[in-house]
């Protein structure tokens, strides 16, 4: 079985501070993660995801997230947050015996504040 | 226009009634997919379907049901609707890459259902 923790279901910042997103999975086999990102009165949509290559991924709009088998984690970073940033961030999680689905964490709101 | 759109985006019904959400797709995929949202459970899925022939059940699928009309269209029913019902839903779709599943969903923009 799979499973996703995400730890914090709200998140405050000042702009032009770190923004930090934190993500713990259960995975009994080696999983495929993801970054998928919810602005207001929209649907998700993908911001990154890790498949086995490099454990430091790239994302759009200038987050990233690194992969640590050791600590089961995958947090979501950004160096220096903006407005537009605002939104719903989802961690998931598939494995190759999980029947080609996505388990999806419950969800951190970030807050930007001016 | 969306390339995955919903209807209706707004439904406010009452308990017992029936309940149709339907999905069309534009993207040419054959992978289509209904979660439910709830505040802090984040995405659970119902149902998924792989193509028209294949209809598979997700980790809630009780009390709803699905037809897949045709590759671009999915639906969700609500046969009796329940006020635990209330919740937004999505549809979204995916395609795999050499028969890998990617992760990659395509979302539409949600159906937000009040069940009074």
């Known amino acids: 079985a799979q499973s996703v923790t995400q730890l914090g279901s709200h998140v405050s910042v000042s702009e032009g501070a770190l923004v930090l997103l934190r993500c713990n999975y259960s995975?009994?086999?080696?999983?495929?993660l993801f970054w998928y990102v919810q602005y207001p009165n929209q649907g998700l949509q993908l911001l990154l995801k890790?498949?086995?290559?490099?454990?430091l991924v790239k994302g759009i709009n200038g987050f990233e997230a690194e992969f640590k088998k050791s600590e089961t984690s995958f947090h979501l970073t950004k160096p220096s947050a903006h407005m537009s940033d605002a939104a719903e961030y989802f961690c998931?999680?598939?494995?190759?015996?999980?029947?080609?689905?996505?388990?999806f964490g419950g969800g951190t709101r970030l807050m930007v504040k001016p | 226009d969306a390339d995955v759109t919903q209807t209706p985006r707004n439904r406010i019904t009452k308990t017992g009634k029936r309940i149709m959400l339907e999905c069309s797709q534009t993207?040419?995929?054959?992978?289509m997919y209904w979660y439910r949202q709830d505040p802090g459970l984040g995405l659970r899925l119902i149902y998924y379907?792989?193509?028209?022939?294949?209809?598979n059940k997700g980790e809630i699928s009780d009390g709803y049901s699905v037809s897949r009309q045709a590759q671009a269209k999915f639906s969700l029913s609500l046969e009796s609707a329940i006020p635990n019902q209330t919740a937004l839903y999505f549809c979204?779709?995916?395609?795999?890459?050499?028969?890998?599943?990617?992760?990659?969903?395509?979302f539409g923009e949600g159906s937000r259902l009040t069940v009074l």
């Open positions: 979204a779709t995916s395609e795999p890459h050499g028969g890998a599943f990617t992760g990659e969903l395509f």
């Open positions: 995975s009994s086999v080696p999983p495929y």
């Open positions: 890790y498949t086995s290559a490099a454990t």
């Open positions: 998931a999680v598939n494995t190759n015996n999980a029947g080609n689905m996505l388990t």
């Open positions: 993207k040419g995929h054959d992978r």
């Open positions: 379907s792989f193509d028209v022939k294949d209809i």
